[in-house]
């Protein structure tokens, strides 16, 4: 059972363009929120992260929004760049402290 | 510099052949992971440890073993590794095990098991 969900595999962006990634999860008792970014050939990275007492954390072009009631969050990244082309992971934390990732989304960020 | 090394990048073995797949952390870091990276399924986490001697399962733990003798190393054993084990391995270590320590990861142990 998927606990965390990302239901886009892969994504398409004009270069300055906004892009948007989304997650979906089941368990209201996830407290923490991360996105980590991977290139290929190489480990995740992180990027950003939120708790789940916000609705918002933002680092430079980076935001995430959380929505509790719709147990969704989502990654924007404004303005996109052609080095923002990744995979990206959304995993959510447990009160165990256990991550939980999804299954990741390519963006390809074109010139 | 602060990282995660693992060793080999790459391996191609034959199905029973015992392997084992080093993973080393220079941050001093108490937590420590094991996850596995499929299509379709993202990173799946095997095994953890909060700390020396301290191991427990995560989601897919069969047919691995994990050891924590020293804070630095945490190293993956396939007893008897099969078909299914292929994957992309990654090790990875934070300050703790709570969300707000990010995770630093190493760069992957590809594993084909034939």
């Known amino acids: 059972d998927q606990q965390v969900k990302q239901n886009s595999p892969s994504l398409s962006v004009q270069e300055g363009r906004i892009s948007i990634l989304n997650c979906d999860y089941t368990?209201?008792?996830?407290?923490?929120f991360l996105w980590y970014k991977k290139y290929p050939a190489e480990g995740p990275t992180f990027l950003i992260s939120?708790?789940?007492?916000?609705d918002k954390n933002e680092d430079g072009r980076f935001t995430v929004f959380l929505n509790k009631s719709a147990k969704h969050l989502s990654l924007h990244i404004v303005p996109s760049q052609p080095g923002d082309s990744a995979v990206y992971f959304c995993?959510?934390?447990?009160?165990?402290?256990?991550?939980?990732f999804g299954q990741g989304t390519e963006l390809s960020v074109k010139p | 510099e602060a990282q995660v090394t693992q060793n080999p990048r790459y391996l191609i073995t034959v199905t029973g052949k015992k392997l084992t797949v080093t993973c080393s952390q220079n941050m001093n870091h108490e937590y420590m992971s094991w996850y596995r990276q499929d299509p379709g399924l993202g990173l799946r986490q095997i095994y953890y440890?909060?700390?020396?001697?301290?191991?427990d399962k995560g989601d897919v733990p069969e047919g691995y073993k994990v050891s924590r003798k020293e804070k630095r190393n945490f190293p993956l054993i396939l007893e008897s590794p099969s078909p299914n084990q292929t994957s992309l391995y990654f090790c990875?270590?934070?300050?703790?095990?709570?969300?707000?320590?990010?995770?630093?990861f190493g760069p992957g142990t590809r594993l084909t098991v034939t």
């Open positions: 939120i708790s789940s007492i916000k």
């Open positions: 368990n209201s008792m996830f407290d923490y």
């Open positions: 440890s909060m700390n020396v001697e301290v191991t």
């Open positions: 990875a270590s934070s300050y703790s095990d709570r969300g707000n320590y990010e995770q630093y």
């Open positions: 995993a959510a934390e447990n009160q165990g402290g256990k991550l939980i």
